[in-house]
């Protein structure tokens, strides 16, 4: 039997009150910024290069690794919510550790960097289950832990040769295909834009701005890591001329893809004019969040971009 709420109307379910709230949020989304003046911890909001490198060089956390055979840091899940011990991977070859790609989680097998965007999604987003999110990834535990929480979610991988929104048999399961630079959706349909790591492998990636501001609803939010140069302006790794050829500007980097052994290449290291580049885009507040805590598992220094959709 559904709980009840009196209110100042009378009686209400809790489903009712679900909406109630709901609808109150999408409101408030549409006219107030959706920078909090007080971030909940371990976040911390800034526009500004400076404030950012304060707050890492006074937020520096001391690593305390069990020097055991497993290699494990001892913490809080928070998409678990329990304490376990993650799981620090060294690199075979002896190369310094990649904090963000590594600190599994034992049970929910997440890593640092897809951990802390999924706890700043909910501190940040305040999703319920009935919003409409689109994540740009569909091959990964993300994704997998989305779905069991947002039975809405639209999630995709880039396929060539598919058409916009068809959905490609891969790995034995049913994938929807999407261009960043050229969305399926419809203007103004989705409560949520969700990319992690994913813009830095498109060249035009202030045409998928475009693309996540037009299908984002009035109050619609976006959540966007990517590899972050520390500095005010983006390092350009890699140029796609119009003949479809690469030009490499610095030594080529390829990051993980589950599409391809040979991994797949990323063209920037982006700086804070990313923030710059959404207002282009159409969003009318952007700020970069910054968090680094071992107690939560966050190691090195990690920065997420969010940006709203405001109504004017």
Known sequence: MLAEFRLSTGTVSRMDFERIKRSYRNWRRMHVCAR??????????????????RFFQSTSVETKIDPGPARVLN????????????????????????????????????????????????????????????????????????????????????????EPGEIVEIHDRPVRHEDVTQLSF????????????VLEHVPDYRRALSEFHRVLVKGGQLLISVPFSFQQETLVRAIERDDGTIEHLVEPCYHGDPLSSGGVLSYYDFGMDLLEELGRAGFSERFVVCYSNSGWGYLDDNVVFVARKLKK
């Open 186 to 197: 419809e203007d103004c349909s989705l409560e949520a834009v969700l990319s992690f790591d």
């Open 36 to 53: 909090p003046p007080d971030m909940p911890e371990p976040f911390f909001a800034t526009d500004d290069l400076d404030e950012l490198h």
């Open 75 to 162: 913490g809080n899940c928070a998409v678990c919510g329990v304490n376990v011990d993650f799981v620090v991977e060294q690199p075979v070859d002896g190369s310094p550790i990649n904090w963000r790609e590594t600190l599994k989680c034992p049970q929910c097998e997440m890593i640092n960097r897809w951990r802390g965007c999924l706890h700043l999604f909910e501190a940040v987003c305040m999703p319920f289950s009935e919003d409409r999110v689109y994540l740009t990834e569909a091959l990964s535990p993300v994704c997998e832990r989305l779905e069991s929480r947002l039975p809405l979610l639209v999630s995709s991988e880039y396929l060539p040769g598919a």
